[in-house]
């Protein structure tokens, strides 16, 4: 069967500071991988998502970057972290192609940046 | 780009009774998938129901029903006999049978009275 790792689950930041949140899916190949940030009245953001090793996507232009050095491992990166950036990250992974598929979502992360 | 709008950022109901929560997506696609997902307390996301753009037919799921309005690129989730336990944060979700892009409204936090 299929699970979704994503760690840390919580994490406290000073400004400043570079950020790396990982994420990895087992029991499937080539998944859909997507990075949301949930914030108060903001609802579920898109960040990233990819549909593939060395593509993707960005929807909001902002200090954080992602990338897919391996086929199921999403890795959510910040040089140098601001109090914006405070807030719940979830992980989620689809099955390509298979849009009526359900996508499955980590644990999160709760990240406060201090 | 695709946009989810949830005008409703709280609803309440009384047990038992029927509550209906709106979602309205803006899209040039034609074809595309639509979702509603529960988020509890415990932030664990839970695939509520789904529905198929091509489908003019109504999705159901147990008392969980969706008034699908394509033209008016309407999505509304009716919950009936609810339960103490559907008390949540939902979320409506489009996801793009083109790009696998997945994104989501800002939520309606649902209260149960008792």
């Known amino acids: 069967s299929q699970t979704i790792h994503q760690w840390p689950a919580t994490l406290v930041q000073p400004v400043g500071s570079p950020l790396s949140l990982e994420c990895t899916v087992e029991g499937t190949s080539n998944p859909n991988l997507y990075w949301y940030r949930q914030a108060a009245g903001r609802g579920l953001q898109l960040l990233f998502y990819s549909v593939g090793i060395g593509q993707i996507s960005s929807e909001v232009p902002q200090n954080l970057s992602a990338s897919r050095p391996q086929d199921r491992q999403f890795i959510l990166s910040s040089k140098k972290l601001l109090l914006s950036d405070s807030g719940f990250y979830l992980c989620?992974?689809?099955?390509?192609?298979?849009?009526?598929?359900?996508?499955?979502f980590g644990q999160g992360t709760r990240l406060t940046v201090v | 780009a695709q946009t989810v709008t949830q005008s409703q950022p709280e609803m309440s109901v009384q047990e038992a009774e029927t509550v209906t929560l709106s979602c309205t997506y803006d899209?040039?696609?034609?074809?595309?998938?639509l979702f509603w997902y529960k988020q509890p307390p415990s932030r664990q996301m839970i695939l509520v129901i789904r529905q198929e753009a091509y489908k003019q037919q109504n999705a159901t799921e147990n008392r969980f029903s969706v008034n699908f309005q394509k033209a008016a690129k309407s999505f509304s989730l009716k919950i009936s006999d609810s339960q103490l336990g559907d008390a949540a944060m939902y979320f409506c979700a489009y996801r793009s049978a083109g790009t696998d892009k997945l994104i989501f409204g800002t939520g309606t936090r649902l209260q149960v009275f008792p």
């Open positions: 899209t040039s696609e034609s074809d595309y998938y």
């Open positions: 989620a992974w689809s099955t390509p192609g298979q849009g009526y598929a359900e996508a499955f």
